[in-house]
């Protein structure tokens, strides 16, 4: 009886056994860490994020509209002024709103096993794992997200029309001035002559 006990302890303690089972113990704490409590946190991340960007976006879409109209107003005083232009209205249209990018704390692992079988076999086995979570602050508006930059939007189109764009030569000139001060290649810019 002893002697089956003495070998029933022996195949369990073998090499192969061993790892075995620490290969089953990484692969469970693996499977704990990605799909245990963290995912209240995740949610509660991403819940927080999309409040943060829907405010932010509200005031981006009053602040985008602002700066349409100052651009249009600073542009329409400037067309104004060209010798030969009368009276000008401009409209200025964007692609779409500002892009915000978070911070994010990012943590990578990665985990290497190798096995040996009873055949003298090596195997080695890898895990790579990465975690982002939406960094915070709080303030007196509540917890915010850290916004690290925001582009703003590309101008899609600009439509000027002026009293006096008949002549070919002032029409070219309000287009290189709209080219100038916008930045924006020729094929988004058209000039119309006002009646």
């Known amino acids: 009886m002893k002697d089956k006990w003495k070998e029933l302890i022996r195949k369990y303690l073998s090499k192969k056994y061993v790892a075995n089972l620490v290969v ?13 409590n963290n995912s209240s946190t995740d ?9 943060s960007t829907q405010e932010f976006s509200l005031a981006d879409t009053y602040e ?6 100052i651009m249009e107003r600073r542009l329409k005083g400037i067309l104004e002024k060209m010798q030969g232009v009368g009276e000008v209205e401009v409209m200025i249209t964007f692609e779409m709103g500002a892009e ?11 985990d290497t096993t190798e096995e040996e ?7 080695k086995v890898t895990s790579y794992d990465v975690t982002e979570n939406l960094v915070m602050t709080n303030d007196s508006r ?3 997200a850290i916004v690290l930059k925001k582009i703003n939007p590309q101008i899609k189109g600009v439509i000027v029309v002026a009293t006096g764009a008949k002549d070919i030569r002032i029409k070219a000139r309000l ?9 924006v290649p020729t094929h988004r810019v058209q000039v119309y002559a006002k009646e």
Do not use: C, H, W
């Open 175 to 183: 287009y290189e001035a709209v080219k100038t001060v916008l930045q």
């Open 100 to 110: 915000i990018v978070p911070a994010l704390n990012t943590i990578e692992s990665r």
């Open 24 to 36: 089953l113990v990484v692969i469970a704490i693996m499977f704990l860490v990605m799909f245990g």
């Open 64 to 69: 985008n509209r602002s700066k349409e109209e």
């Open 43 to 51: 949610s509660t991340s991403l819940e927080k994020l999309e409040k």
């Open 117 to 123: 079988d009873a055949n003298g076999g090596i195997r």
């Open 142 to 144: 509540g917890n915010q």
